[in-house]
């Protein structure tokens, strides 16, 4: 299992944005995961609390947007939704097919409090 | 993917981030900042650094992923009385404990470093970034790292490689690229290995395996081969000879800047990275 590896490094990620935006705490993470990206959702969900313990990160909710599996065909050019181990065109059956989602592993968006938006005090700068 | 100019925006997350999309703004009015960074950015980060690494010394690094037990090592200690011997080769080896598989290596007289996990499953790009510390590029053509036994994890990580390589033994059966997508996926070369065993297990089909193969899209080249027999070996040292002469070809047209020839190894590394995975 390798998504505790991933979530610190996720969290790592999501601490510098915080620091570098001056947030008090961050209160979500979206993430995108295709099926080919080798990372199981549930797995990093249950790694989130340990990576996140003790960081600005530690309250947030973390949203896992589970991505598609779509190929183009090279031959007939069709684009169609497929099970991540059957990437063959349901439209012509050609195997030669292009990914064109469903290996992302991507850090989409992160939302921040700040001081500013709490309308209260600024924090100290570092 | 890079994280500059936009290519990781696909068209199944393109929906997401749009002006307007879910992600432009929250409605609690809290800061939305968007990243579109690979979770594994720093990681992706020191794999091309050791890839300049290893093309600053016209060396052709190549990974072995596989199960445990599928004949890596095996495969490795028949490579080095096959390939050419014009070619000189280093090992880096993965496991989470011993140093038996460098010396098994070693005792070949090819020079081996071993990397010892702990409990984590897979080798990334920051353990050998460190292991490189030990090896003078200059006094090699090809570097093997054998990654951890496992058709899971090492997929995810990019390590510096130029070249995937998966094997697939016949005593695990024929449809593991049907179960194991991802691995097979970024294999540059599929080896289906232990062929000698092919007359006792006679249920293993090597076409099916290759039609598993084609089910998940791969264009990579299959070598049936065993290291035992001698089996395939002629067409695996081709294969590391031809992507030995390709990539110095390639080098020969796109030169490493010169910051990067004369880049001794020793500098400004500060990691912070922690070993602490679970298993």
């Given at each position: 299992m390798h998504e505790l590896a991933i979530c610190q490094s996720l969290i790592d990620q999501v601490e510098a944005i915080a620091h570098e935006r001056q947030a008090e705490?961050?209160?979500?993470?979206t993430i995108g995961l295709g099926a080919l990206s080798g990372v199981e959702p549930q797995l990093l969900k249950h790694a989130y609390p340990v990576a996140s313990a003790g960081t600005v990160a530690r309250d947030a909710e973390l949203m896992i947007d589970e991505l598609p599996t779509r190929i183009r065909c090279n031959a007939c050019e069709t684009e169609s939704d497929v099970p991540p181990n059957k990437l063959v065109c349901p439209a012509c059956g050609e195997w030669r097919t292009t990914l064109i989602s469903g290996d992302e592993l991507l850090l989409m968006s992160v939302e921040l409090q700040t001081a500013e938006n709490r309308g209260g005090d600024a924090p100290p700068t570092s | 993917?890079?994280?500059?100019?936009?290519?990781?925006?696909?068209?199944?997350?393109?929906?997401?981030?749009?002006?307007?999309g879910k992600l432009a703004k929250t409605e609690s009015g809290n800061e939305a900042v968007t990243v579109l960074h690979s979770l594994l950015h720093e990681n992706d980060h020191t794999a091309s650094h050791n890839r300049e690494h290893f093309d600053s010394h016209n060396v052709?690094?190549?990974?072995?992923?596989?199960?445990?037990?599928?004949?890596?090592?095996?495969?490795?200690?028949?490579?080095?009385k096959q390939l050419d011997p014009k070619?000189?080769?280093?090992?880096?080896?993965?496991?989470?404990?011993?140093?038996?598989?460098?010396?098994?290596?070693?005792k070949h007289g090819v020079k081996a470093i071993q990397i010892a996990t702990g409990s984590a499953c897979h080798l990334d790009a920051h353990m050998i970034h460190d292991a490189l510390h030990n090896l003078d590029l200059s006094e090699y053509d090809v570097v093997f790292i054998e990654n951890v036994g496992n058709l899971v994890c090492p997929a995810s990580f990019d390590l510096g490689q130029h070249q995937n390589v998966a094997l697939l033994?016949?005593?695990?059966?024929?449809?593991?690229?049907?179960k194991y997508p991802v691995m097979f996926r970024s294999a540059d070369l599929v080896m289906i290995s232990k062929t000698d065993l092919l007359p006792y297990l006679d249920d293993f089909k090597t076409e099916r395996t290759r039609r598993y193969l084609q089910d998940i899209a791969s264009t990579a080249p299959i070598i049936e081969l065993s290291s035992k027999s001698g089996e395939g070996m002629s067409d695996?040292?081709?294969?590391?000879?031809?992507?030995a002469a390709e990539r110095r070809s390639?080098?020969?047209?796109?030169?490493?800047?010169?910051?990067h020839?004369?880049?001794?190894?020793?500098?400004e590394h500060q990691h912070t990275h922690s070993h602490a995975h679970s298993s």
């Open positions: 705490s961050v209160v979500s993470i | 993917m890079c994280n500059t100019c936009g290519c990781n925006i696909t068209p199944g997350n393109e929906e997401l981030i749009r002006p307007g052709l690094a190549i990974n072995l992923m596989s199960s445990p037990g599928a004949g890596k090592t095996a495969l490795l200690e028949a490579s080095i070619l000189r080769i280093a090992v880096i080896e993965g496991d989470l404990e011993t140093e038996n598989d460098a010396e098994r290596i070693r033994s016949v005593p695990e059966g024929d449809d593991k690229p049907a695996w040292a081709d294969w590391v000879a031809q992507q390639y080098l020969e047209a796109h030169p490493v800047a010169s910051e020839k004369h880049h001794t190894h020793e500098h």
